[in-house]
T-cell receptor, first 111, second 113 residues
Framework: EDQVTQSPEALRLQEGESSSLNCSYT??????LFWYRQDPGKGPEFLFT???AGEEKEKERLKATLTKKESFLHITAPKPEDSATYLC????????????FGKGTKLTVNP | DAGVIQSPRHEVTEMGQEVTLRCKPI?????LFWYRQTMMRGLELLIY????????DSGMPEDRFSAKMPNASFSTLKIQPSEPRDSAVYFC???????????FGSGTRLTVV
């Protein structure tokens, strides 16, 4: 069983069309849920860390939220430059410092 | 800060050859991680070091893979002998201890023919 599951695998939006990406996790004792953005040919770039249910973080058109078993990355009025693969990862008690990643959601925003 | 530096960016090698990937972490970061990324399996942790000591190598696929961190500013991942199924993008990442996110390098794209 995967510890981190992201959905959908791919999402195509029109510019300005808001939507949400989902990340669900099965680990117990969460020590942090991380969102990354990855552009083609590059390494993942850190966006947010969430630590407890109810927490929210925002950056430009992105807002990340966390519940007890999942996180959402809300994208408001996206632009073509938001096109990328978005990855989430978890760290938990007993997992020491390692992060386990989901397979990502590939977002395409058409002009 | 130059970030996490990996070399080479691309490597094409023949099956059976030895491959060495290199990583320079961010100065002051005392945790270093090696990941492999493929379309099928996503990002998989291979091994990580804390203060130059290997902590968890449970993700290393088999004995053909080995990793070292001789000092705080340098790590290598070696594959010997290489096989076509090792073809992937290999990322190095570093972080300070204490629950922070990682900073990733740009990766090495390995192709074994």
């Amino acid at each position: 069983e995967d510890q981190v599951t992201q959905s959908p695998e791919a999402l195509r939006l029109q510019e300005g069309e808001s939507s949400s990406l989902n990340c669900s996790y099965t680990v117990s004792g969460l020590r942090g849920l991380f969102w990354y953005r990855q552009d083609p040919g590059k390494g993942p770039e850190f966006l947010f860390t969430l630590y407890s249910a109810g927490e929210e973080k925002e950056k430009e058109r992105l807002k990340a939220t966390l519940t007890k078993k999942e996180s959402f990355l809300h994208i408001t009025a996206p632009k073509p430059e938001d096109s990328a693969t978005y990855l989430c990862a978890v760290r938990w008690h007993g997992g020491s410092e390692k992060l386990v990643f989901g397979k990502g959601t590939k977002l395409t925003v058409n002009p | 800060d130059a970030g996490v530096i990996q070399s080479p960016r691309h490597e094409v090698t023949e099956m059976g050859q030895e491959v060495t990937l290199r990583c320079k972490p961010i100065s002051g970061h005392n945790s270093l991680f090696w990941y492999r990324q493929t379309m099928m399996r996503g990002l998989e942790l291979l091994i990580y070091f804390n203060n130059n000591v290997p902590i968890d190598d449970s993700g290393m696929p088999e004995d053909r893979f080995s990793a070292k961190m001789p000092n705080a500013s340098f790590s290598t991942l070696k594959i010997q002998p290489s096989e076509p199924r090792d073809s992937a993008v290999y990322f190095c990442a570093s972080s300070p201890t204490g629950g922070y996110g990682y900073t990733f390098g740009s990766g090495t794209r390995l192709t074994v023919v």
